[in-house]
């Protein structure tokens, strides 16, 4: 159980254009998702956390009008790079946390996507 | 501040050799949870293990083993008769109980000789 999924795992696009990446929870509800960049042998950052039906948080720093973030079910948030550029290009994570195991704090990670930007 | 320090940055050993992997965190809370993450060269992180502030019980799975000492803010992995494929970034996270976030350390980049 506990599975996440993300689309695509790799997508190269061309500099201006809008990328989209689905995260899904596979087999449980997810009322809260997070996504995390990761750039080159660094660390996973924190970018927003994404609560179903409402508006995300994001973090300092992370502009909410480049990377806009959709929780419109219980199974799927999505992450739109919009106008992108190559320093956009990084390795996206997404993960998302049980409702049922309320308390316990664990986050289930999807695969990542990795976005190139030429 | 929360904060995670891995100091390590790269590791190499050659197989069959006991590995330690430190990790210290900065936290002011009395509740809170530590992580232990693998990422492989494939990029998915793989859950190993997940500790509340209340238990400071060592715990064994296997070849790995998880040192956890409050006095010293440290939560400390042990990888025992190392093998090729543990070879990959391993990443120490902390999270406050009331809240989501996750804040991650640097990882620690662990290669494994034959």
């Known amino acids: 159980g506990a599975v996440v999924s993300q689309h695509p795992s790799r997508v190269i696009c061309k500099s201006g254009t809008s990328v989209k990446i689905e995260c899904r929870s596979l087999?449980?509800?997810?009322?809260?998702m997070f996504w995390y960049r990761q750039f080159p042998k660094q660390s996973l950052m924190l970018m927003a956390t994404?609560?179903?039906?409402?508006?995300?948080?994001?973090e300092q720093g992370v502009e909410k009008d480049k990377f806009l973030i959709n929780h419109a079910s219980l199974t799927l948030s999505t992450l739109t790079v919009t106008s992108a550029h190559p320093e956009d290009s990084s390795f996206y994570i997404c993960?998302?946390?049980?409702?049922?195991?309320?308390?316990?704090?664990?986050?289930?990670f999807g695969p990542g996507t990795r976005l190139t930007v030429l | 501040a929360q904060k995670v320090t891995q100091a390590q940055t790269e590791i190499s050993v050659v197989e069959k050799e006991d590995v330690t992997l430190d990790c210290v965190y900065e936290t002011r809370d009395t509740t809170y949870y530590l992580f232990w993450y693998k990422q492989p060269p494939s990029g998915e992180l793989v859950f190993l293990i997940r500790?509340?502030?209340?238990?400071?019980q060592n715990e064994i799975s296997g070849r790995y083993s998880w040192n956890f000492q409050k006095s010293t803010s440290s939560f400390n992995f042990t990888i025992t008769a190392s093998q090729v494929v543990d070879s990959a970034v391993y990443f120490c996270a902390l999270n406050q109980y009331n809240t989501d976030k996750l804040i991650f350390g640097t990882g620690t980049r662990l290669q494994v000789f034959p």
């Open positions: 087999d449980f509800q997810a009322t809260t």
């Open positions: 993960s998302a946390r049980d409702h049922r195991l309320a308390g316990i704090n664990e986050q289930f």
């Open positions: 500790r509340n502030s209340f238990d400071e």
């Open positions: 994404s609560n179903e039906g409402s508006k995300a948080t994001y």
